[in-house]
């Protein structure tokens, strides 16, 4: 018996109507983990260079961890990975919801769709039952309402449904993925691959069970990590991950009016505690979380009145500090338009605050009769709609801002700030320099999540990595390295489908990750081997970008991190010294001057068969 895993993957086909399932190759399963790892190694198989990300023939897979649908504490992570049409390289959103688990207890560890319906559908899958079904009535609806009417279809309020809004139906190429309680796949545009296949909607509600090979010790290993990350994430519980809004524009990390300026005097205003106090209705936790980060908040009243989800922190810096923008309601409002229409408030962030640069330096005129002026609430509620529903302006920043930089011209290009096309986090580079590296060679573009050093500058450290104390976060030595090490165990914590939240803001020893895979599967797994699957997973995403077209040359930040620092705050008169960190994480990795991983170092993680493709002459 296979303890862990589902044992199947299914692929169903939208040109044909195809629907298989195929037996989990569990080589490549204990080699990957599950989740990213597995999805990594079907995408580099099936897409190659000349997929147009937006055809039929890319191909959008949502795959689980071998932590999901066990008891384990926040095991609920489903990855979504696809080639993207946002940047065209390697593209992965991770969220929380009851989805993967019930995807897993229908005997599927993950599920595959490729190929484009003539018509719009939704996919419902109830165990071995799996059907496409007619989805015209739902195409226009938010997601929001897509859920809603997609559950009374099928007679069934407990069904776990995953949408696209409008944007993904239009093609928004920042458009996103959210699941019924409004998590969100935001990133890198995986909705609008849904919406090139005519696939709004797939529901799913299993009711199998996944086995473990020693439940005993998986009780206690649970019973320790509660424990441990109860007490460490009482500020997360209180006041949810915007708590951290005000701490860091006190330490020059929130990122100011398009990162032009190092100080937000109206921060208090936005942070989570004034979330708590003015707007919270309550917790909004995911299914097996004991932290409950989320937040469910209300505005009862006017312009901005909402009920819904609340914005988490990358949101409230985004459509808040980031456009200069200090009212809470709009923020929260701005929030619940982007999740109905379906558009990755990050993004979104990024693209409205480079709109308000460029029409404040005279390249923006036609704005869509929208004041775009630094601080004006109005305008971002009002651009997250038309960029959601890819009308007027929005239509153009809907495109990321590297293709708007582009049409606009006249020299916008400076004020897009993205790393290969992806819009950059509300994480400082300039105050954390390890994320200048982490940015700059992640393998979706810029991204947090993808490699978060900045945890050793900030004093959230892991006994089993090499550092033992916090490094001042202004210095350039060893930000290669710790990049390197950071990126290569996120590749592995997210395999296995846990939330990054539990283990680092929770402060679990590292070390209880391994032996919850062991009481699992029945696998023992040493720290050095799950640090290994983590690089043998980045070195296959980074093979794929190459054979996308990325070098070296890719690898770098927007200039105004690189020229420009700002003149107050914590981090006044700071620049990124990128190239001296980039030679060591290059080292590091034994990545070749193209930016190629070196043959033999692919050959030692097992990868033989991707270095015999990306350097066949």
């Given at each position: 018996?296979?303890?862990?895993?589902?044992?199947?993957?299914?692929?169903?086909?939208?040109?044909?109507?195809?629907?298989?399932?195929?037996?989990?190759?569990?080589?490549?399963?204990?080699?990957?983990?599950?989740?990213?790892?597995?999805?990594?190694?079907?995408?580099?198989?099936?897409?190659?260079?000349?997929?147009?990300?937006?055809?039929?023939?890319?191909?959008?897979?949502?795959?689980?961890?071998?932590?999901?649908?066990?008891?384990?504490?926040?095991?609920?992570?489903?990855?979504?990975?696809?080639?993207?049409?946002?940047?065209?390289?390697?593209?992965?959103?991770?969220?929380?919801?009851?989805?993967?688990?019930?995807?897993?207890q229908s005997g599927c560890d993950g599920l595959i769709v490729e190929g484009r319906a003539e018509n719009p559908v939704y996919i419902w899958i109830h165990n071995d039952h799996v059907e496409v079904k007619s989805a015209r009535s739902l195409w226009g609806m938010d997601t929001f309402e897509t859920v809603d009417a997609v559950r009374e279809e099928l007679h069934d309020r407990s069904i776990s449904v995953i949408a696209i809004g409008p944007a993904g139906e239009k093609l928004v190429k920042i458009a996103s993925i959210i699941s019924d309680d409004s998590r969100a796949a935001g990133r890198c545009g995986l909705g609008a691959v849904m919406g090139s296949k005519n696939l709004k909607a797939i529901a799913c509600k299993g009711t199998g069970k996944i086995t473990v090979s020693n439940p005993e010790r998986l009780d206690e290993l649970r019973r320790e990590a509660l424990n441990i990350a109860i007490p460490n994430t009482k500020t997360l519980r209180e006041h949810g991950t915007a708590a951290g809004l005000i701490v860091f524009e006190q330490n020059g990390?929130?990122?100011?009016?398009?990162?032009?300026?190092?100080?937000?005097?109206?921060?208090?205003?936005?942070?989570?505690?004034?979330?708590?106090?003015?707007?919270?209705?309550?917790?909004?936790?995911?299914?097996?979380?004991?932290?409950?980060?989320?937040?469910?908040?209300?505005?009862?009243?006017?312009?901005?009145?909402?009920?819904?989800?609340?914005?988490?922190?990358?949101?409230?810096?985004?459509?808040?500090?980031?456009?200069?923008?200090?009212?809470?309601?709009?923020?929260?409002?701005?929030?619940?338009?982007?999740?109905?229409?379906?558009?990755?408030?990050?993004?979104?962030?990024?693209?409205?605050?480079?709109?308000?640069?460029?029409?404040?330096?005279?390249?923006?005129?036609?704005?869509?009769?929208?004041?775009?002026?630094?601080?004006?609430?109005?305008?971002?509620?009002?651009?997250?709609?038309?960029?959601?529903?890819?009308?007027?302006?929005?239509?153009?920043?809907?495109?990321?801002?590297?293709?708007?930089?582009?049409?606009?011209?006249?020299?916008?290009?400076?004020?897009?700030?993205?790393?290969?096309?992806?819009?950059?986090?509300?994480?400082?580079?300039?105050?954390?320099?390890?994320?200048?590296?982490?940015?700059?060679?992640?393998?979706?573009?810029?991204?947090?999540?993808?490699?978060?050093?900045?945890?050793?500058?900030?004093?959230?450290?892991?006994?089993?990595?090499?550092?033992?104390?916090?490094?001042?976060?202004?210095?350039?030595?060893?930000?290669?390295?710790?990049?390197?090490?950071?990126?290569?165990?996120?590749?592995?914590?997210?395999?296995?489908?846990?939330?990054?939240?539990?283990?680092?803001?929770?402060?679990?020893?590292?070390?209880?990750?391994?032996?919850?895979?062991?009481?699992?599967?029945?696998?023992?797994?040493?720290?050095?081997?799950?640090?290994?699957?983590?690089?043998?997973?980045?070195?296959?995403?980074?093979?794929?970008?190459?054979?996308?077209?990325?070098?070296?040359?890719?690898?770098?930040?927007?200039?105004?991190?690189?020229?420009?620092?700002?003149?107050?705050?914590?981090?006044?008169?700071?620049?990124?010294?990128?190239?001296?960190?980039?030679?060591?994480?290059?080292?590091?990795?034994?990545?070749?001057?193209?930016?190629?991983?070196?043959?033999?170092?692919?050959?030692?993680?097992?990868?033989?068969?991707?270095?015999?493709?990306?350097?066949?002459?």
């Amino acid at each position: 018996m296979v303890h862990g895993y589902a044992g199947k993957i299914l692929w169903v086909n939208l040109s044909s109507g195809e629907v298989k399932k195929q037996s989990l190759d569990m080589e490549l399963a204990y080699n990957f983990l599950g989740g990213e790892g597995i999805a990594s190694n079907i995408l580099f198989r099936k897409v190659g260079p000349e997929t147009d990300p937006l055809g039929p023939e890319n191909i959008i897979i949502f795959m689980t961890g071998a932590f999901v649908g066990t008891n384990i504490p926040c095991g609920i992570k489903t990855t979504v990975v696809s080639k993207s049409p946002l940047t065209g390289i390697y593209g992965e959103s991770i969220f929380s919801a009851p989805f993967g688990v019930d995807l897993k207890q229908s005997g599927c560890d993950g599920l595959i769709v490729e190929g484009r319906a003539e018509n719009p559908v939704y996919i419902w899958i109830h165990n071995d039952h799996v059907e496409v079904k007619s989805a015209r009535s739902l195409w226009g609806m938010d997601t929001f309402e897509t859920v809603d009417a997609v559950r009374e279809e099928l007679h069934d309020r407990s069904i776990s449904v995953i949408a696209i809004g409008p944007a993904g139906e239009k093609l928004v190429k920042i458009a996103s993925i959210i699941s019924d309680d409004s998590r969100a796949a935001g990133r890198c545009g995986l909705g609008a691959v849904m919406g090139s296949k005519n696939l709004k909607a797939i529901a799913c509600k299993g009711t199998g069970k996944i086995t473990v090979s020693n439940p005993e010790r998986l009780d206690e290993l649970r019973r320790e990590a509660l424990n441990i990350a109860i007490p460490n994430t009482k500020t997360l519980r209180e006041h949810g991950t915007a708590a951290g809004l005000i701490v860091f524009e006190q330490n020059g990390n929130l990122p100011i009016r398009n990162w032009t300026r190092g100080s937000f005097p109206e921060a208090e205003n936005i942070t989570g505690s004034t979330m708590t106090q003015k707007i919270l209705v309550g917790p909004n936790p995911c299914k097996t979380c004991p932290i409950a980060c989320g937040r469910k908040v209300k505005v009862p009243s006017g312009p901005y009145a909402m009920e819904g989800s609340g914005p988490e922190y990358e949101t409230m810096a985004a459509l808040g500090s980031l456009c200069y923008n200090s009212n809470l309601e709009s923020i929260a409002k701005a929030n619940d338009i982007c999740n109905r229409l379906g558009i990755d408030t990050i993004s979104t962030g990024q693209a409205i605050a480079f709109a308000m640069e460029c029409y404040e330096k005279g390249i923006l005129q036609d704005t869509s009769g929208v004041d775009l002026t630094w601080g004006n609430p109005d305008a971002v509620v009002k651009m997250c709609e038309l960029i959601g529903r890819k009308e007027g302006l929005g239509a153009v920043l809907g495109e990321g801002v590297r293709r708007a930089s582009q049409v606009i011209g006249k020299g916008s290009e400076k004020y897009a700030i993205h790393v290969k096309g992806l819009e950059f986090p509300e994480h400082n580079p300039r105050k954390f320099k390890s994320m200048a590296v982490a940015y700059a060679t992640s393998n979706v573009g810029a991204n947090h999540n993808r490699g978060s050093p900045m945890l050793v500058e900030r004093n959230l450290l892991s006994p089993e990595l090499p550092w033992k104390e916090p490094v001042d976060g202004f210095l350039t030595k060893d930000k290669g390295r710790m990049a390197k090490v950071y990126q290569d165990l996120c590749c592995a914590v997210d395999s296995l489908g846990i939330c990054k939240f539990m283990v680092f803001w929770g402060k679990l020893p590292l070390r209880i990750l391994t032996e919850y895979y062991g009481a699992v599967t029945g696998k023992t797994l040493t720290f050095e081997e799950f640090m290994r699957i983590g690089e043998r997973i980045w070195n296959l995403q980074r093979a794929f970008n190459n054979r996308m077209g990325i070098t070296r040359k890719d690898d770098t930040l927007p200039e105004r991190f690189l020229k420009e620092s700002v003149n107050e705050g914590p981090a006044k008169g700071q620049i990124v010294e990128l190239d001296v960190m980039l030679d060591e994480y290059y080292r590091e990795r034994r990545l070749d001057e193209d930016g190629k991983p070196d043959g033999g170092k692919l050959r030692e993680l097992g990868l033989g068969w991707v270095a015999d493709i990306i350097h066949r002459k």
